[in-house]
């Protein structure tokens, strides 16, 4: 369950706000998910059918049955999501198999190096994910781990260390997994990258990790009840924007978040940041952060609003000297935080789950998901490409002159 209050700690920065307008438009967006243009939002067939479900539940126990470590390469929308359900559901120190690595997000030579030394003697499955199949950082990580299983499994053998995700016709990837065989899903070409962790880009990953996929499903589905808030919220963050709050932080309270505001930082930046428009996102942990850009959002430059990701309730623990649990001294902090920003000239919307469980993460993911595009068609933009990441991809391949080819 999903609950807010995006008036507590706003309300003196909306005297004479673009609300009303905002509403307006709001209307229009609130019907395109309604019936209009964008109910195939509504439709769970539209990221994944029965039929694949089954095929991904299968296909993740094979492979937890039959390595040490997982891969996923994949990079932006193509792991983002799934890396940030998996850190908030998993214990922090881990040490159940298969163990998860995510590449194909840098060029760095020193850690692949590192990534080199450590799966060589290790039994490996990997997952490449790619929606476009022509991705440069995806497509080297995947050449040097290919490298590295050619040296350890026969050419038969190699079948059932490769899994493919990408479009169901086009780019490098689908012709490379005709040409060899490769076991593949398909991304719904309806469904861009940064929305498709709730397709087999999402689903899979997170199945072989033991997450419970039909549950989350379940939460993204039931999410569909937050349309008419994620519109609101859309529209606060638009009129908080409009009183000189450029810049939003996405700010959590449970250190397993961490990589869900950095999944929320890629959603918002890559569908709202176009034509010069946008708000720009950035993300904070507390209550680390408060001893650090804590200074600013009290008193530095006024041009910050937050988005406050609470958590109500979660493990106990009991801190004797104050005769308080840990999470009760936590939930101080996050109340006393928004009061003294608040004073500071930082405004705060609010938005709490009940737990960090499937289901509501499922529901969460939805949430911020209908929101953003919301954001994005309240300011005019289109919400579902990125032409300013296809510009440095395209600069990219034409420096090497077009000669990568798999
Ligand atoms: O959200 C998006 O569309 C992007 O972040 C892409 O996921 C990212 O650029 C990777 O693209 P691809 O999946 O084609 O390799």
Redesign the pocket.
Known sequence: MITSDFNKYTFKFMTGSDKVKLNKKAKNIEKAFDGGDLSYWNDLNTFVTHEELKTIIETANYVRENCDVFIVI?????YMGTKAIVEALKPAFDRSKPEIIFLGTNLSSDYYRDVIEYIKDKDVIVNV????GD?LE?NIAFDIVKYILEGKYSEEEMNNHIIITTDAKKGSLRKLAKQEGYFTFEIPSKI???FSVFTPVGLFPLAVMGIDIVNLLEGFSHGNVYTPLAIEYAVDREALFRKNKPVEAFVVYEEKLYYFTEWLK?LFA?TQGKNGKGILPISIVNTRDLHSLGQFLQQGNDIIFETVIGVEKTSTIKIEKYDKTLHEINKIAEEKVCVAHYDGKTPSLVIHIEKINEYNLGELIRFFITSAIAGALLIEVDPFD?PG?EKYKSLIKEALNNIYIF
Not at 74 to 78: E, W
Not at 129 to 132: Q, V
Request: proline share 6%; aromatic share 0%.
């Open positions: 994949g990079i932006g929308g193509s994910i790619s929606k476009s991705t995806p861009g990258g940064r890629q890559e990125q990441v």
